[in-house]
């Protein structure tokens, strides 16, 4: 049993099979203990392919249709009928080939029998054993067909949470390798808002929700991405002595770039791609598979293209991707200087500047903390835009429309004047945001793109990245987010202390952001300051009624307290 096997763990299905792998091994598994049995239901067993702590998987085929071979899922009951039996109702609402098809179901005595799709192949972990790290090429394929299905798996409602190496199959049987997603044993149906907390996979390829109890659709897509990873480079992104420093690294430690670890070149887009699938924030991290699968598009056809119009070159340069961004940068700061024009021209600059600085004013209240502030300058900058419309106002007209009003009496050149202000008034509250927008949006990709440019520059010297890190935090202190991921790297390194400063920081601004409260009841709890532990989890619980992070945190807390001397 390898060390993945050593840290699976499942809490909703116990006695679930340890080994998936069998439904595609090609060598018999020979026989320990009693003999294979030669018949199971209609089925006539040929061999036993393997076997785990309470199952077993044999190759049959039908009796009355022996020219199928299937693979035949053997599951002892041990009480958890309803859930043995969640695997078969779960595998009958799919059909994708990428997912292992379902043939039939049923009970022999205390046993639950799954007849599965057999496989003509090995499992990934095993083909990683045998041949080592995968091509780029061979990781874009699989990345391509298990984000197919998982995007059929996920429209259907059903969340896999334990995919890894082992429980992906490769069919060799037809042209090119054909990867199938097997056992779905702890799989579960998406039902919108969780009332109890959930946690079944194998902790390498959990992702951070998911270690927390909340596994998702994006869960599913984390785990793809531990996959990709550990093809690509022979290595896991996230390691650790035991559960708890491998649960610390998985929270919050920052995967060393694949790229950093391979001895063959790789393209820039492919590693950004599954760098965006290993974010730990939802909102960061791909959002779905078939969001994954419209990148992996795009990424090969920039690649075509590539190739057609660069034949001497036949991979993209490592700066591909950050040539990109850095366009994406200058871009933006054009857009925001061309909106800032058109703010300025018909308002004149006394006016357009007044108009503009109102935006800003309420673009920087957005971010205020509490929420009195926000709206306290939210209103302010609605009074300073009504400013720049009074003192517009109080100009005259342009020269084509003082031109008409010309021969208008006095109550039409006024409403001429009314329809004029009302409609600069208008023109600016659609211009100026937008100038604000690429205004934000160019300072958060040119963050983005400091931030990549030091994951490279660092590889995996955790030292110097947490060096660069702290340098970049110092020539941004306003930027909430690049603080956070300080104080992540922080805690994930060992140093709990600076954490927890970093985390009070950003709760002084934010009393209840999440994250940052989070971070800091795990710091507390680092450094054995049991009560400050307590006391964020319990100030987090009495404000949000209910939270599992928090309310496991505590409960650990109490216990490791209970205990110290």
Not at 24 to 32: E, G, I, L, M, S
Not at 133 to 159: C, N, T
Not at 368 to 396: C, E, F, K, N
Not at 552 to 564: I, K, N, V
Request: net charge neutral; charged share 25%.
């Amino acid at each position: 049993m390898g060390a993945q096997d050593e840290l699976a763990h499942d809490s909703d299905t116990p006695t679930e099979p340890t080994s998936t792998q069998t439904f595609a091994a090609p060598t018999p598994v020979a026989k320990r203990g009693r003999r294979a049995p030669t018949k199971i239901g209609p089925y006539l067993v040929e061999r036993e392919l393997g076997r785990g702590a309470h199952g077993r998987v044999y190759a049959a085929r039908h009796s009355r249709n022996r020219n199928r071979l299937v693979a035949l899922k053997v599951v002892e009951n041990r009480g958890n009928l309803d859930s043995l039996l969640l695997e078969p109702e779960i595998l009958s609402r799919l059909e994708h080939p990428g997912i292992v098809g379902l043939g039939d179901y049923f009970l022999d005595g205390d046993d639950v029998v799954v007849a599965l799709e057999y496989v003509e192949g090995e499992d990934l972990e095993t083909c990683l054993r045998q041949r080592g790290p995968f091509s780029p090429d061979e990781v874009r394929d699989l990345l391509v067909q298990m984000a197919d299905a998982l995007a059929h798996a996920h429209r259907a409602g059903v969340i896999h949470r334990d995919i890894k190496l082992s429980n992906i199959l490769v069919d060799r049987s037809g042209p090119s390798p054909r990867y199938v997603l097997s056992d779905f044993g702890i799989s579960r149906i998406s039902e919108g808002i969780q009332t109890s907390s959930r946690l079944g996979g194998t902790y390498y390829f959990m992702a951070p929700e998911q270690l927390q109890g909340r596994p998702g659709p994006q869960s599913d897509l984390w785990s793809l991405g531990v996959v990709a990873y550990v093809l690509l480079t022979g290595t896991r992104p996230f390691e650790g002595k035991n559960v708890d420093e491998l649960s610390r690294q998985i929270l919050y430690g920052t995967p060393v770039p694949p790229s950093q670890r391979m001895s063959q070149p790789m393209d820039d887009d492919l590693e950004q791609i599954i760098l965006e699938l290993l974010e730990k924030s939802l909102n960061q991290r791909t959002e779905s598979a078939d969001r994954l699968l419209a990148s992996l598009r795009r990424a090969e056809r920039r690649r075509e293209e590539s190739s057609t119009t660069e034949p001497a070159r036949r991979w993209p340069g490592r700066a591909t991707f950050e040539r990109r961004l850095q366009r994406r940068v200058v871009w933006n700061w054009a857009l925001f200087w061309v909106f800032v024009g058109l703010v300025l021209l018909p308002l004149g600059v006394v006016p357009g500047t007044v108009a503009l600085l109102g935006v800003l004013v309420f673009y920087a209240g957005q971010s205020a903390r509490p929420a009195g502030w926000r709206w306290s300058l939210a209103a302010v900058a609605l009074g300073v835009m009504g400013a720049a419309t009074w003192l517009r106002a109080r100009s005259t007209l342009p020269d084509f429309l003082e031109a008409a009003a010309s021969g208008l009496d006095e109550g039409a050149q006024r409403a001429l004047q009314s329809i004029y202000v009302s409609g600069l008034f208008v023109y600016y509250l659609v211009v100026a945001p937008a100038a604000i927008h690429f205004f934000a949006k160019a300072r958060r990709l040119r963050r983005d793109l400091a931030l990549r440019r030091l994951l490279r520059a660092a590889g995996a010297d955790a030292a110097r990245r947490l060096a660069q890190l702290r340098s970049l935090v110092d020539h941004h202190p306003e930027d909430s987010d690049l603080h956070h991921r300080f104080a992540e790297a922080l805690l994930a390194q060992g140093h709990a202390g600076e954490a927890a400063i970093e985390a009070r920081l950003i709760i002084q601004r934010d009393p209840y952001h999440f994250a940052a409260n989070l971070l800091l009841a795990h710091a507390y709890l680092e450094l054995k300051c049991y009560s400050s532990c307590r006391r964020v989890c319990d100030h987090y619980l009495a404000a949000s009624g209910h939270c599992f992070e928090f309310a496991e945190l505590r409960q650990r807390c109490d216990a490791l307290s209970g205990a110290a001397p």
